[in-house]
């Protein structure tokens, strides 16, 4: 685990994993309009790429989802691809992201329409 970096913000956290990668923590309270369900969410992204202004869009998560699953993932860290093991975020890096994200006014993911269903996955 590192320390917070010059460019870590408000909406934005960065931090290296255990793994040597530079990582950004974007955290979004604006669903996508194609998703079925919105709330507030947190992509990660490498920033050794420039593929976009955070960097290479590696995976993201409803906040609710990692705040729910707090115990374990601060114990054995998150995949975010499986296929690829440097993108991981070791645990206590997810201690970090947590504790971010707890700080923040997040929304609870629900369904955009009022048709039933289950969870997202």
Same mark, same amino acid.
């Given at each position: 685990?590192?320390?917070?970096?010059?460019n870590?913000t408000?909406?934005?956290l960065?931090f290296?994993s255990?793994?040597?990668?530079?990582?950004?923590?974007?955290?979004?309270d604006d669903?996508?309009?194609?998703?079925?369900?919105?709330? $507030?969410?947190? $992509?990660?992204y490498?920033?050794?790429?420039a593929f976009?202004?955070?960097?290479?869009?590696?995976a993201d998560y409803?906040?609710?989802t990692?705040?729910?699953d707090e115990?374990e993932?601060?114990?054995?860290?998150?995949a975010?691809v499986?296929?690829v093991?440097?993108?991981s975020?070791d645990?206590g890096n997810?201690?970090?992201?947590?504790?971010?994200?707890k700080?923040?006014?997040?929304?609870a993911?629900?369904?955009r329409?009022a048709?039933a269903?289950?969870?997202? $996955?």
């Amino acid at each position: 685990m590192t320390a917070p970096s010059d460019n870590s913000t408000a909406d934005r956290l960065s931090f290296r994993s255990d793994t040597g990668v530079p990582f950004a923590a974007v955290y979004s309270d604006d669903a996508e309009p194609h998703r079925e369900y919105e709330g $507030s969410m947190v $992509s990660f992204y490498d920033t050794r790429f420039a593929f976009t202004a955070h960097g290479q869009f590696v995976a993201d998560y409803y906040v609710e989802t990692l705040i729910e699953d707090e115990a374990e993932l601060c114990n054995r860290g998150l995949a975010l691809v499986g296929y690829v093991p440097e993108w991981s975020i070791d645990p206590g890096n997810m201690v970090r992201v947590i504790s971010w994200l707890k700080a923040k006014p997040w929304r609870a993911f629900q369904r955009r329409h009022a048709t039933a269903g289950t969870r997202p $996955s």
